[in-house]
């Protein structure tokens, strides 16, 4: 039997090229370049950037995968979509379950993350009631503009990215003129490998973001050709901007580890608390940015759910107004910043990977197993030599996620333990309606 996506025909296809992707660059261009300077130069030191090189090297093969997958199908879902045709059913639950899951962390890292740099333009934001009202205003503002339709937001995100590179470019055009070469050499050891796993885990957390093009495929206009071109761009886009990033904090901080807002403390080390500010405010608006597109994505894994019976049917309900699915909307919001006011930087960034990484594994296992298949969906994007790169990259990514993220697995497991609980719950409630 030949897999056909299944995609609602009451969503809008308004998403062009440009806007996917805008999408992927608002999602990857953020905190990678406001978090990563300062937590990878801890755990590697002047090894920073052989880290960020061998988390490309990771996360390309990964990439290609995923471009090979999304030229199959265009249908909502991505992952998900992804494991569905290729896996057994409750497996391609987990892929869905398990990148909702790491969505909600991922924007509740971010949302940390952006107060952390609010704090620093208002001191009183740095903990307190007046950062937990904050975060609320700033939840609510988010799953206004979700809610009020796609079309919007994709100009929103556009809007964002615009200034987003803009700002990227003029950081490093202005700092690298100010690098000091000695801070650029390497006098100590390489990390010991489960450091350098962690380190890695914190990159592969920044490059995280790149399947939401197949997330929000079923509004995109001609998502087969489309999602693997925006995928290529946005990741030559993101490297270069880690990359150049990451040279004009250690080459002007020396050591950028002792800060929490590196990128503003290089704005302040040059020009003073007027250059601080400035970097500051590109930084909020990066952040900002990639927030709103993680949320534009992360209600359509609850969509795509609940539209195979999976889940509740309830959280595919689309608003009759904005054609936007308001449940699952206001629920992913409100989980989302409940766990930024009751959470912390590092534990969500870190538990967000873990669970995205798992995700990934099951979808390259997905690809090896169709790869094989005559009946499979065809592939406008052929990657060469695809099951061996499918399983080369399940296997490398298994080896990080145990490496670098031991501590979370415990709670990872807990955390499927309770979707496929639920899973099996509507599947016993399908049972009992057969039955009557």
Known sequence: MVALAVEPPELVRALRRRDLVGVLVNTMVGSGMMAAPAKVYALAHGWSFAVLGLSAALIIPMILCFADLGSRYSGTGGPYLYARQSLPGWLAYCAGWLLWISQIFSTAALTNLLLTYLAGLFPALGGGIGRAAVMAAFGVTVAAITLAGIRGSARTSNLLVALKVGFVLA?????????????????????????????????????????????????????????????????????????????????????????????????????????????????????????????????????????QGQLPAGLGALHPRWRTPYVAILISCGLTFSFAIFGDLLGNLTFSTATRVLCYILCCIGLWRISGRADAAPALFRLPGRRLIAAASAGLFAVVLVMGAAKELPTLGVALLVGLGLYGLKRLGHRAGRSA
């Open 171 to 307: 950081f490093v055009a202005i700092g690298v003129c100010f690098l000091q070469p000695q801070n650029l050499e390497i006098h100590t050891p390489p990390p010991a490998p489960i450091t350098l796993a962690q380190a890695v885990m914190i990159y592969i957390f920044a490059y995280a973001g790149f399947e939401r093009a197949g997330v929000i495929a079923g509004e995109a206009r001609e998502p087969r050709r489309d999602v693997p071109w925006a995928l290529a761009i946005a990741v030559l886009a993101a490297t270069a901007a880690y990359g150049g990033v990451l040279l004009v904090c250690v080459g002007v901080l020396g050591d950028p580890s002792g800060t929490d807002r590196p990128l503003a403390e290089v704005g302040r080390r040059l020009f003073g608390d007027a250059g601080a500010l400035a970097v500051s405010v590109g930084a909020i608006t990066v952040l900002v940015g990639t927030i709103l597109v993680t949320m534009v994505a992360t209600p359509r894994m609850l969509l795509a759910m609940a539209e």
